[in-house]
Protein backbone atom coordinates (compact mmCIF):
# COMPACT_ATOMS: atom_id res chain seq x y z
CA UNK A 1 0.00 0.00 0.00
CA UNK A 2 1.56 3.22 -1.25
CA UNK A 3 1.58 6.30 1.52
CA UNK A 4 -0.63 8.47 -0.62
CA UNK A 5 -3.37 5.58 0.35
CA UNK A 6 -3.10 6.14 4.12
CA UNK A 7 -3.95 10.02 3.75
CA UNK A 8 -7.38 11.65 3.69
CA UNK A 9 -8.79 12.71 0.38
CA UNK A 10 -8.41 16.29 1.15
CA UNK A 11 -4.29 15.84 1.72
CA UNK A 12 -3.60 14.16 -1.41
CA UNK A 13 -5.62 16.92 -3.38
CA UNK A 14 -3.87 19.67 -1.57
CA UNK A 15 -0.61 17.66 -2.09
CA UNK A 16 -0.84 17.27 -5.94
CA UNK A 17 -1.58 21.21 -6.23
CA UNK A 18 1.89 22.29 -5.00
CA UNK A 19 4.10 22.82 -7.76
CA UNK A 20 7.45 21.51 -8.36
CA UNK A 21 10.02 23.81 -7.62
CA UNK A 22 13.09 24.10 -10.15
CA UNK A 23 16.18 25.47 -9.31
CA UNK A 24 17.95 28.54 -11.45
CA UNK A 25 20.90 27.69 -13.33
CA UNK A 26 22.34 30.68 -10.78
CA UNK A 27 21.56 28.73 -7.54
CA UNK A 28 23.09 25.11 -9.32
CA UNK A 29 25.70 26.86 -9.68
CA UNK A 30 26.24 28.36 -6.06
CA UNK A 31 25.11 25.10 -5.08
CA UNK A 32 28.69 23.24 -6.83
CA UNK A 33 30.90 26.17 -6.18
CA UNK A 34 31.15 27.49 -9.91
CA UNK A 35 30.17 30.70 -9.61
CA UNK A 36 33.34 32.33 -9.66
CA UNK A 37 35.39 32.66 -12.59
CA UNK A 38 38.26 30.61 -13.76
CA UNK A 39 41.92 31.43 -11.45
CA UNK A 40 39.54 34.07 -9.14
CA UNK A 41 40.88 34.35 -5.67
CA UNK A 42 37.46 34.37 -4.44
CA UNK A 43 36.13 31.90 -1.62
CA UNK A 44 35.01 28.73 -2.58
CA UNK A 45 31.64 27.15 -1.72
CA UNK A 46 30.11 23.85 -1.85
CA UNK A 47 31.18 20.58 -3.32
CA UNK A 48 34.02 22.26 -4.98
CA UNK A 49 35.19 23.64 -1.87
CA UNK A 50 35.20 20.03 0.01
CA UNK A 51 36.88 18.38 -2.88
CA UNK A 52 39.41 21.09 -3.42
CA UNK A 53 40.04 20.96 0.27
CA UNK A 54 40.41 17.31 0.32
CA UNK A 55 42.96 16.15 -2.59
CA UNK A 56 45.91 18.50 -2.18
CA UNK A 57 47.99 20.48 1.01
CA UNK A 58 50.40 22.79 -0.14
CA UNK A 59 53.40 23.67 2.64
CA UNK A 60 55.40 26.79 2.77
CA UNK A 61 58.63 27.18 1.95
CA UNK A 62 60.70 29.76 4.09
CA UNK A 63 63.62 29.63 1.64
CA UNK A 64 61.85 30.08 -1.47
CA UNK A 65 60.70 33.51 -0.24
CA UNK A 66 64.42 34.85 0.46
CA UNK A 67 65.38 33.08 -3.29
CA UNK A 68 63.07 35.37 -5.03
CA UNK A 69 63.76 38.39 -2.93
CA UNK A 70 67.00 38.16 -4.31
CA UNK A 71 66.01 37.69 -7.50
CA UNK A 72 64.03 40.76 -7.68
CA UNK A 73 67.60 42.68 -6.55
CA UNK A 74 69.62 41.05 -9.05
CA UNK A 75 67.13 41.27 -11.93
CA UNK A 76 66.67 45.08 -11.34
CA UNK A 77 70.22 45.69 -12.21
CA UNK A 78 70.53 43.30 -15.10
CA UNK A 79 67.14 44.34 -17.13
CA UNK A 80 68.69 48.14 -16.03
CA UNK A 81 71.80 47.22 -18.20
CA UNK A 82 69.60 45.34 -20.66
CA UNK A 83 66.96 48.01 -21.43
CA UNK A 84 69.35 51.34 -20.43
CA UNK A 85 65.85 52.15 -19.11
CA UNK A 86 64.79 52.72 -15.02
CA UNK A 87 63.50 49.43 -14.24
CA UNK A 88 61.97 48.20 -11.01
CA UNK A 89 60.92 44.21 -10.25
CA UNK A 90 58.52 43.62 -7.25
CA UNK A 91 56.70 40.42 -6.06
CA UNK A 92 53.35 40.91 -6.70
CA UNK A 93 52.35 37.27 -5.01
CA UNK A 94 54.04 33.78 -4.17
CA UNK A 95 51.36 31.15 -3.27
CA UNK A 96 50.19 27.32 -4.38
CA UNK A 97 47.73 25.62 -6.76
CA UNK A 98 47.32 23.11 -8.93
CA UNK A 99 48.88 23.08 -12.02
CA UNK A 100 45.83 22.85 -14.29
CA UNK A 101 43.88 24.97 -12.90
CA UNK A 102 46.41 27.74 -13.36
CA UNK A 103 46.54 26.76 -17.23
CA UNK A 104 43.09 27.21 -17.38
CA UNK A 105 43.34 30.49 -16.02
CA UNK A 106 46.14 31.92 -18.21
CA UNK A 107 45.60 34.93 -19.86
CA UNK A 108 46.22 35.03 -23.81
CA UNK A 109 47.47 35.91 -25.43
CA UNK A 110 50.43 35.07 -23.79
CA UNK A 111 54.16 34.00 -24.43
CA UNK A 112 54.75 30.42 -22.28
CA UNK A 113 58.86 29.94 -21.90
CA UNK A 114 59.32 26.29 -20.87
CA UNK A 115 63.07 26.14 -19.02
CA UNK A 116 64.53 22.79 -17.69
CA UNK A 117 66.74 22.60 -14.15
CA UNK A 118 69.86 20.44 -15.08
CA UNK A 119 70.75 19.47 -11.93
CA UNK A 120 67.24 18.53 -10.72
CA UNK A 121 66.51 16.97 -14.15
CA UNK A 122 62.74 18.43 -14.20
CA UNK A 123 61.26 21.23 -15.70
CA UNK A 124 59.78 24.91 -15.16
CA UNK A 125 57.27 27.64 -16.88
CA UNK A 126 57.68 31.36 -17.37
CA UNK A 127 54.56 33.04 -18.78
CA UNK A 128 55.03 36.56 -20.08
CA UNK A 129 52.10 38.27 -20.25
CA UNK A 130 50.83 40.43 -23.54
CA UNK A 131 51.65 44.09 -21.85
CA UNK A 132 54.77 43.02 -20.86
CA UNK A 133 55.92 41.51 -24.87
CA UNK A 134 54.25 44.94 -25.96
CA UNK A 135 57.11 46.86 -23.34
CA UNK A 136 59.90 45.18 -23.88
CA UNK A 137 59.48 45.00 -27.51
CA UNK A 138 58.98 48.80 -27.63
CA UNK A 139 61.66 49.41 -24.93
CA UNK A 140 64.42 47.12 -26.80
CA UNK A 141 63.61 48.34 -30.52
CA UNK A 142 63.57 52.34 -29.04
CA UNK A 143 60.67 53.18 -29.06
CA UNK A 144 60.27 56.84 -27.05
CA UNK A 145 59.17 57.49 -23.63
CA UNK A 146 55.56 58.87 -23.00
CA UNK A 147 53.87 56.90 -25.63
CA UNK A 148 52.19 53.91 -24.84
CA UNK A 149 52.94 50.40 -27.24
CA UNK A 150 50.38 49.74 -29.28
CA UNK A 151 48.81 46.47 -28.52
CA UNK A 152 49.26 42.87 -30.32
CA UNK A 153 46.03 41.59 -30.87
CA UNK A 154 44.27 39.43 -33.37
CA UNK A 155 47.88 38.40 -35.22
CA UNK A 156 50.54 35.79 -33.77
CA UNK A 157 53.74 36.83 -33.10
CA UNK A 158 55.88 37.77 -35.16
CA UNK A 159 60.11 36.13 -35.37
CA UNK A 160 61.73 39.51 -34.08
CA UNK A 161 59.30 39.90 -31.06
CA UNK A 162 59.51 36.63 -30.37
CA UNK A 163 63.26 36.72 -30.39
CA UNK A 164 63.16 39.71 -28.23
CA UNK A 165 60.83 38.15 -25.41
CA UNK A 166 63.43 34.80 -25.64
CA UNK A 167 66.17 37.00 -24.67
CA UNK A 168 64.13 38.47 -21.84
CA UNK A 169 63.06 34.92 -20.94
CA UNK A 170 67.26 33.64 -20.85
CA UNK A 171 68.17 36.91 -18.53
CA UNK A 172 65.76 36.03 -15.90
CA UNK A 173 66.58 32.54 -16.29
CA UNK A 174 69.95 33.60 -15.80
CA UNK A 175 69.04 35.57 -12.88
CA UNK A 176 67.12 32.67 -10.99
CA UNK A 177 70.25 30.72 -11.05
CA UNK A 178 72.15 33.33 -9.62
CA UNK A 179 69.12 33.43 -7.02
CA UNK A 180 69.50 29.75 -5.90
CA UNK A 181 73.30 30.12 -5.51
CA UNK A 182 72.77 30.38 -1.52
CA UNK A 183 71.08 27.37 -1.49
CA UNK A 184 72.10 24.99 -4.22
CA UNK A 185 74.18 24.76 -7.42
CA UNK A 186 71.77 24.92 -10.35
CA UNK A 187 71.53 25.80 -13.77
CA UNK A 188 67.79 26.85 -15.80
CA UNK A 189 68.21 26.16 -18.94
CA UNK A 190 65.96 27.95 -21.89
CA UNK A 191 64.38 24.96 -23.59
CA UNK A 192 61.39 26.62 -25.55
CA UNK A 193 58.39 29.20 -26.31
CA UNK A 194 54.73 28.19 -26.79
CA UNK A 195 51.48 30.42 -27.33
CA UNK A 196 48.96 27.61 -26.99
CA UNK A 197 49.05 26.42 -23.12
CA UNK A 198 48.52 22.75 -24.19
CA UNK A 199 51.48 22.29 -25.61
CA UNK A 200 53.31 24.25 -22.36
CA UNK A 201 51.80 21.04 -19.78
CA UNK A 202 54.76 20.32 -18.06
CA UNK A 203 53.20 18.60 -15.87
CA UNK A 204 50.31 16.67 -14.61
CA UNK A 205 46.78 18.81 -13.92
CA UNK A 206 46.20 17.56 -10.30
CA UNK A 207 50.07 18.39 -9.65
CA UNK A 208 50.75 20.75 -6.86
CA UNK A 209 53.25 23.70 -7.99
CA UNK A 210 54.60 27.70 -6.97
CA UNK A 211 53.09 30.47 -9.02
CA UNK A 212 55.27 33.15 -7.95
CA UNK A 213 54.11 36.79 -9.81
CA UNK A 214 56.77 39.45 -10.40
CA UNK A 215 55.51 42.93 -11.59
CA UNK A 216 57.85 44.86 -13.69
CA UNK A 217 57.70 48.78 -14.03
CA UNK A 218 59.46 51.00 -17.03
CA UNK A 219 58.60 54.17 -16.07
CA UNK A 220 54.96 54.73 -17.73
CA UNK A 221 55.61 51.13 -19.71
CA UNK A 222 55.74 47.81 -18.26
CA UNK A 223 54.08 44.80 -17.26
CA UNK A 224 54.08 40.99 -15.21
CA UNK A 225 55.53 37.74 -15.92
CA UNK A 226 55.25 34.49 -14.17
CA UNK A 227 57.50 31.75 -12.80
CA UNK A 228 55.75 28.31 -12.15
CA UNK A 229 57.79 25.52 -10.06
CA UNK A 230 55.86 22.25 -9.92
CA UNK A 231 56.68 20.78 -6.29
CA UNK A 232 58.04 17.82 -8.26
CA UNK A 233 60.45 20.25 -9.49
CA UNK A 234 62.02 21.29 -6.63
CA UNK A 235 61.22 17.40 -4.84
CA UNK A 236 66.08 17.69 -5.04
CA UNK A 237 66.14 20.38 -2.49
CA UNK A 238 62.74 20.33 -0.49
CA UNK A 239 64.46 20.01 3.14
CA UNK A 240 66.68 22.96 2.00
CA UNK A 241 63.74 25.14 1.56
CA UNK A 242 62.17 23.99 4.53
CA UNK A 243 64.44 25.37 6.61
CA UNK A 244 63.65 29.07 8.79
CA UNK A 245 66.03 31.70 7.64
CA UNK A 246 66.90 34.02 9.73
CA UNK A 247 69.24 37.49 8.96
CA UNK A 248 70.01 39.59 5.97
CA UNK A 249 73.41 37.78 5.01
CA UNK A 250 73.37 35.60 2.28
CA UNK A 251 76.07 32.92 2.17
CA UNK A 252 79.91 33.29 4.07
CA UNK A 253 79.57 35.37 7.06
CA UNK A 254 82.94 37.08 7.34
CA UNK A 255 82.34 38.36 10.96
CA UNK A 256 81.76 34.75 12.25
CA UNK A 257 84.43 33.29 9.98
CA UNK A 258 87.23 35.90 11.45
CA UNK A 259 85.52 35.36 15.19
CA UNK A 260 85.77 31.27 14.67
CA UNK A 261 89.62 31.78 13.20
CA UNK A 262 90.41 33.66 16.40
CA UNK A 263 88.83 31.25 18.77
CA UNK A 264 90.38 28.40 16.46
CA UNK A 265 93.32 29.89 17.50
CA UNK A 266 93.79 30.61 20.95
CA UNK A 267 92.15 26.66 21.15
CA UNK A 268 95.13 24.53 23.67
CA UNK A 269 95.79 21.05 22.15
CA UNK A 270 97.98 18.08 23.08
CA UNK A 271 101.38 17.29 21.02
CA UNK A 272 102.84 14.18 21.72
CA UNK A 273 106.00 12.95 21.30
CA UNK A 274 106.51 9.40 20.19
CA UNK A 275 110.15 7.94 20.74
CA UNK A 276 109.31 4.96 19.02
CA UNK A 277 107.29 2.34 17.70
CA UNK A 278 107.45 -1.87 17.98
CA UNK A 279 105.07 -4.39 16.02
CA UNK A 280 104.12 -7.23 18.64
CA UNK A 281 102.29 -10.18 18.14
CA UNK A 282 99.18 -11.09 20.32
CA UNK A 283 100.98 -13.44 22.03
CA UNK A 284 104.50 -11.64 22.88
CA UNK A 285 101.40 -9.14 24.16
CA UNK A 286 99.77 -11.47 26.76
CA UNK A 287 103.27 -12.49 27.93
CA UNK A 288 104.39 -9.29 28.82
CA UNK A 289 104.39 -8.53 32.83
CA UNK A 290 106.84 -6.48 35.18
CA UNK A 291 110.41 -6.48 34.31
CA UNK A 292 109.94 -7.44 30.79
CA UNK A 293 112.08 -5.75 28.62
CA UNK A 294 111.17 -4.63 24.42
CA UNK A 295 113.72 -3.32 22.27
CA UNK A 296 113.29 -0.86 20.00
CA UNK A 297 115.02 -0.84 16.95
CA UNK A 298 116.20 2.82 17.33
CA UNK A 299 119.29 4.38 17.85
CA UNK A 300 119.76 7.62 20.37
CA UNK A 301 120.33 9.91 16.90
CA UNK A 302 116.96 8.64 15.20
CA UNK A 303 114.02 11.41 15.24
CA UNK A 304 111.19 11.41 16.89
CA UNK A 305 107.51 12.61 15.31
CA UNK A 306 105.47 14.56 16.84
CA UNK A 307 101.68 14.14 16.96
CA UNK A 308 98.15 16.09 17.24
CA UNK A 309 95.23 13.91 17.83
CA UNK A 310 97.05 10.92 16.12
CA UNK A 311 97.90 13.03 13.06
CA UNK A 312 101.63 12.81 12.76
CA UNK A 313 102.88 16.10 12.09
CA UNK A 314 106.77 16.74 12.30
CA UNK A 315 109.82 15.36 12.58
CA UNK A 316 112.23 15.96 15.38
CA UNK A 317 115.65 15.51 17.26
CA UNK A 318 115.13 15.25 21.47
CA UNK A 319 117.88 17.17 23.52
CA UNK A 320 117.92 18.80 26.43
CA UNK A 321 116.98 23.05 27.32
CA UNK A 322 116.93 24.17 31.09
CA UNK A 323 117.22 20.28 32.64
CA UNK A 324 114.00 19.70 30.88
CA UNK A 325 113.82 16.77 28.07
CA UNK A 326 113.08 19.17 24.43
CA UNK A 327 112.70 18.50 20.94
CA UNK A 328 113.20 20.43 18.07
CA UNK A 329 111.33 20.59 14.81
CA UNK A 330 113.51 19.70 11.61
CA UNK A 331 110.99 18.37 9.39
CA UNK A 332 107.35 18.74 8.35
CA UNK A 333 105.23 16.07 7.12
CA UNK A 334 102.51 15.62 4.95
CA UNK A 335 99.06 15.19 6.53
CA UNK A 336 96.77 14.41 3.38
CA UNK A 337 94.49 12.33 3.04
CA UNK A 338 95.66 10.82 6.73
CA UNK A 339 93.25 9.35 9.15
CA UNK A 340 93.24 10.02 12.96
CA UNK A 341 95.45 7.92 14.36
CA UNK A 342 98.35 8.84 11.35
CA UNK A 343 97.48 5.80 9.28
CA UNK A 344 96.84 6.96 5.37
CA UNK A 345 94.87 4.77 2.92
CA UNK A 346 97.55 2.49 1.96
CA UNK A 347 97.91 0.62 5.45
CA UNK A 348 101.56 2.42 5.81
CA UNK A 349 102.55 4.98 8.94
CA UNK A 350 104.95 7.49 8.07
CA UNK A 351 107.47 6.03 9.67
CA UNK A 352 107.88 3.05 7.00
CA UNK A 353 106.40 0.58 10.25
CA UNK A 354 103.29 -1.67 8.87
CA UNK A 355 100.01 -1.29 11.21
CA UNK A 356 99.92 -3.95 13.80
CA UNK A 357 99.60 -4.62 17.63
CA UNK A 358 102.05 -1.28 18.48
CA UNK A 359 104.01 -0.50 22.02
CA UNK A 360 104.76 3.58 22.36
Not at 100 to 124: H, R, T
Not at 174 to 198: A, H, K, M, W
Amino acid sequence: MSAAGDLPNDDVEAASEIPARVLSQTEIDNLLGLDGAPGSQAPQSGLRKVVSAGLVSYERLPMLEIVFDRLVRILSTSLRNMTSDNVEVSIDKITSLRFGDYMNAIPLPAMLSVFKAEQWDNFGLMVIDAPMICSIVDVLLGGRRGTSPMRIEGRPYTTIERMLVERLAAQILGDLSISFDPVCQVTFRYERTEVNPRFAAISRASNAAILVKLRLEMDDRGGSFEIVLPYATLEPIRDLLLQQFMGERFGRDNIWETHLAEELRDTMVELDAVLGEQTMNLCEVLALKVGSRIVFPLSSDDPVQLRCGGVPLFLARTGKRRDRSAVQIEEKLPTCGMNPGGVNPSGVNPSGVNNGAQGE
